[in-house]
């Protein structure tokens, strides 16, 4: 079956230091994986694709297919960065459907 | 600009009610989705369209049933309201084959 698992309900870090949220993947194929982020009172965003390659906002996500991770990482926090993170799969065997995890509530203390 | 709008953003209904949630987005994207976000468990699927009048089961698809007449419009439909179907409902659309999906901003529903 394929699933998304974010371990941490909820991340508290203080402001400057470095921010990893987990996120491990079960399925079978190799999948499209990204991170979406949710701002209080905001719509539910894409942060990053694995795909791209790229850092947004700071974060950078590495997809490593033997641990079956996608992890998303900053090395200094900053306030702004307080917000939900989901991260989601797409299994290339499906043109459509996209699967999310739990999220994880980051909260950055100043 | 991709738009996907909702809409209502909150939404009272008392149970055994039929609950019509609608969405449109204005890109000609072919697939649209319909999740439940609730803390501690996420995004949950519905139902998601991948193309007019085509429409798949997602994980927790019982209580409900959409309807895509047209494509930039999909609509959830709550055949008899209930109490467990309180929740916040997000309509999301995409292109086909490309793997960012946008959101709309949520409907609230609370189901007395």
């Known amino acids: 079956a394929q699933r998304v698992t974010q371990p941490e309900k909820l991340l508290s870090v203080f402001k400057g230091a470095p921010v990893e949220l987990k996120c491990n993947y079960s399925?079978?194929?190799?999948?499209?994986l990204f991170w979406y982020v949710q701002y209080s009172r905001q719509r539910l965003q894409l942060l990053l694709r694995?795909?791209s390659r790229e850092s947004i906002k700071g974060f950078t996500a590495d997809l490593n297919k033997g641990e079956t991770s996608f992890h998303l990482k900053k090395p200094f926090a900053q306030e702004e960065d307080s917000a939900m993170y989901y991260c989601?799969?797409?299994?290339?065997?499906?043109?459509?459907?996209?699967?999310f995890g739990s999220g994880t509530r980051l909260s950055i203390r100043p | 600009d991709v738009k996907v709008t909702q809409s209502s953003r909150y939404l009272v209904k008392r149970t055994g009610e039929k609950v019509f949630l609608e969405c449109v987005q204005d890109?000609?994207?072919?697939?649209m989705f319909w999740y439940r976000q609730d803390p501690g468990l996420g995004l949950r699927l519905i139902y998601f369209?991948?193309?007019?009048?085509?429409?798949e089961k997602g994980d927790i698809p019982e209580g409900y049933s959409v309807s895509r007449e047209k494509k930039e419009r999909f609509s959830l439909i709550l055949e008899s309201a209930s109490t467990n179907q309180t929740s916040m409902y997000l309509c999301?659309?995409?292109?086909?084959?490309?793997?960012?999906?946008?959101f709309g901003q949520g409907t609230r529903l609370t189901v007395v």
């Open positions: 999301a659309s995409r292109f086909q084959g490309k793997g960012e999906a946008f």
């Open positions: 399925y079978s194929g190799s999948p499209e």
């Open positions: 694995h795909i």
């Open positions: 989601a799969l797409r299994p290339y065997s499906s043109a459509s459907k996209i699967i």
């Open positions: 890109m000609d994207h072919e697939n």
């Open positions: 369209s991948y193309d007019v009048k085509m429409k």
